[in-house]
């Protein structure tokens, strides 16, 4: 039940934004992270919050909803920890000290060309960014449904690159915000919602997983994404 709850959602969030006219490039955004206007004004806002300021070293998601936000980091000076598209690759880091184009480098493109592959091994990520379909003021995040979001944060807590502290943010337009999201126990909660226009700290109403929950993933998806087969093989690996 849970399931179609949030598939609807989602259909409704994406109508929504296509219908109002705020939904931008890529599109149609159904199926994506959606990019939306004024994605820009809100990496703008994200550098007021003093979680951003104080951060060194920041994680953020690949979708272009928060290029900006990357973008942004890398000229603030902050390393920038980078989910590869559907994790297949791992993790990019990028040092801003060895990048002349920011702009370049957060884009997807840029990012293989201008950082290096990392296991995350002795780094500390001091803020995550994720991208989201829809969220709610108690923390509530629901993404596009692959469940790459919540995975990227399961294997940054597993490998102890963040902790139950570490500060979860996502960027999305005012319309994305809704009164609630149904949440599973795999479900990474958000603690500040940043639109265009403010910062919303949530009420932490849904507690943050632990780390992997392998009994819930499929077979076929050490395959498709090899460092988790690393996890699963030697839990020292990537310590």
Known sequence: M???DKQALRERIWRELEAKGVATFPKPVRGRIPNFMDSAKAAATLRSLPAYVRAKTIFVN????QLAVRELALRDG?????ATPKLREGFILL????????????SIRGAFKHGSKTSLREIKVDLVVEGSVAVDRGGGRLGKSGGFGDLEFAILR????????????TTVHPIQIVNEVPMSEHDAPVDFIVTPDRIIETSHA????LGIIWKLLPSDVFKLIPILAELRKNDDCWL
Request: aromatic share 0%.
């Open 2 to 4: 849970v399931l179609i």
């Open 62 to 65: 690949p979708d272009s909803a």
């Open 95 to 106: 040092d801003p000290a060895k990048i002349k184009n920011p702009k370049e480098a957060a």
């Open 206 to 209: 849904c507690p943050k997983p």
């Open 158 to 169: 597993e490998i102890g690159a963040i902790t139950a502290d570490t500060p979860v943010v």
């Open 78 to 82: 902050k390393r920038l920890v980078m």
